[in-house]
Nanobody, 127 residues
Framework: QVQLVESGGGLVQAGGSLMLSCAAS????????MAWFRQAPGKGREFVAC????????LYGDAAKGRFTVSRYNAKNAMYLPMNSLETESPAVYYC????????????????????WGQGTQVTVSS
C-alpha cells in the first residue's frame, strides 16, 4: 500500500506562487501513475494534472490553465506541482493520487482511476 503525503500548501496573494510536493513511501514509486486533484468546499474532486510512470506523458486540466507544470523525481519518490500566477478563487484542498494500473505511458484524469490518495494540502489565494 502506498502512503502519500502532500506539502507546500498555504495562503498566498493573487499572482503569487506555491510549490506543492507529494512524497510517496511503501512501494516502488516508478510503478505508479501520479496525479494532482483539487477539491473546493461543496464540490467534487477536479483534475489538475497527471504524469505517467516514466515522466514523459503528462496531461493538464482546466484548473492548471497553462500555469502549472507537473513533474516527478522517481529516485526521490516525489512528485511536484509548481503553481505560478495563482488567481483568486475558492480555497481548495489539493490531493496527490497514485495508481499502479496501466503501463509506462498511462495517464488518467478521473478520480475513480486512482486507488491511492493522500490527506491533502490546503491552498488559499487571497485578493
Amino acid at each position: 500500500q502506498v502512503q502519500l503525503v502532500e506539502s507546500g500548501g498555504g495562503l498566498v496573494q493573487a499572482g503569487g506562487s506555491l510549490m506543492l510536493s507529494c512524497a510517496a513511501s511503501g512501494v516502488t514509486f516508478s510503478d505508479y501513475t501520479m496525479a494532482w486533484f483539487r477539491q473546493a468546499p461543496g464540490k467534487g474532486r477536479e483534475f489538475v494534472a497527471c504524469i505517467a510512470r516514466g515522466g514523459v506523458n503528462r496531461l493538464y486540466g482546466d484548473a492548471a490553465k497553462g500555469r502549472f507544470t507537473v513533474s516527478r523525481y522517481n529516485a526521490k519518490n516525489a512528485m511536484y506541482l509548481p503553481m505560478n500566477s495563482l488567481e483568486t478563487e475558492s480555497p481548495a484542498v489539493y490531493y496527490c493520487a497514485a495508481d499502479a494500473r496501466g503501463n509506462l505511458w498511462s495517464v488518467k484524469t478521473h478520480p475513480n482511476d486512482y486507488a491511492n490518495w493522500g490527506q491533502g494540502t490546503q491552498v488559499t489565494v487571497s485578493s
